[in-house]
């Protein structure tokens, strides 16, 4: 017995001589992952350059005030008090919250069938999917422009001249109602911003099995219930992720009040209004407490929209 606990021994101590050193170990790893590690911290710098540092700076700057010299002082919530009691503060968050559930409605019910759809085609397929994602490709602004002519008030517009060729009223499309003109807006966002999510959402759909809606048609389930009961199911979880982006992305519409309708009928978005306090009346730092007020309310939904769906998986 004493023999066979020696040769253990001996037996642990020349495995622990062969073990190479720790520190030889990690630096053959730090040489093997050196090129990984080198693309990574190129995105890293790029996050903190680009988008770290201007958030941190954008917190400071909300409590210092800045003249036409740059120099800064410190004044604490003043720039905050200042917002508040700005009545252009409500009326942003109410042109935003008009758009974001507008955008609910239209821009993310709208895609999902659009895929749906594409995803029952049998024939041209691949050519109805060129031609709902062009908006894409088209360059934001010079596609505002676009749509900006078709809402034109007078016959000159796309859209009143067909209604003035189907012997219709023409409509004031973004002068007449502050709801209608947000409406507009959503229209033109939901076109042009479709045609990546609808990707998502055919990838997400062709990863279905077959086989449940087989199952389904058999139970004798129509077109409506093989969705509700199949397809929704089984993309609940792309589901619910396109919904948060589409919640924090309208939440930050820009382009579309900027360039349709110049901020007019009281269509000026929450983000506009930060351009104006910068770069219209120089005041960074009201510009820059309106930013923080905006980045506050995302983080707060997009963590309860979190923890209410890991709530939702755990029961």
Request: aromatic letters at 14%.
């Amino acid at each position: 017995m004493a023999t066979i606990n020696v040769s253990r021994a001996v037996a642990r101590d020349l495995r622990a001589e062969a073990r190479p050193p720790r520190h030889a170990s990690l630096r053959r790893k730090l040489r093997r992952n050196a090129t990984g590690y080198l693309f990574l911290l190129g995105a890293v710098i790029c996050f903190a350059l680009f988008s770290w540092y201007p958030m941190i700076r954008e917190v400071i700057m909300s409590f210092q005030v800045t003249n036409f010299a740059g120099d800064t002082r410190w004044v604490g919530l003043q720039n905050y008090h200042r917002i508040f009691a700005d009545p252009d503060f409500w009326g942003a968050w109410r042109t935003t919250g008009l758009f974001t559930l507008f955008a609910l409605v239209f821009g993310y019910a709208v895609p999902f069938l659009t895929a749906v759809v594409l995803n029952e085609l049998r024939h041209a397929r691949s050519y109805f999917r060129l031609l709902v994602y062009l908006p894409v490709m088209m360059p934001p602004v010079a596609a505002a422009f676009l749509w900006r002519w078709f809402y034109t008030p007078d016959d000159t517009g796309l859209f009143n001249s067909v209604l003035h060729f189907l012997h219709l009223p023409t409509v004031q499309w973004l002068q007449s109602s502050h709801t209608l003109a947000v409406l507009c807006l959503v229209l033109f966002s939901t076109w042009i911003n479709m045609g990546g999510t609808v990707l998502v959402y055919l990838a997400s759909l062709q990863g279905i099995p077959g086989e449940l809606y087989e199952a389904a048609e058999i139970d004798g389930a129509g077109i409506w219930r093989r969705i509700w009961h199949v397809t929704v199911p089984q993309t609940r979880l792309i589901l619910s992720l396109m919904l948060m982006l589409q919640v924090v992305g309208t939440m930050q519409v820009f382009t579309e009040p900027y360039v349709i309708t110049g901020a007019s009928n009281d269509t000026t978005s929450v983000v506009y209004l930060i351009y104006q306090y910068a770069f219209n009346f120089n005041n960074y730092g009201s510009a820059s407490a309106l930013g923080c007020v905006l980045l506050l309310v995302l983080v707060g939904f997009a963590g309860g929209y979190l923890w209410l769906s890991s709530r939702a998986g755990e029961e």
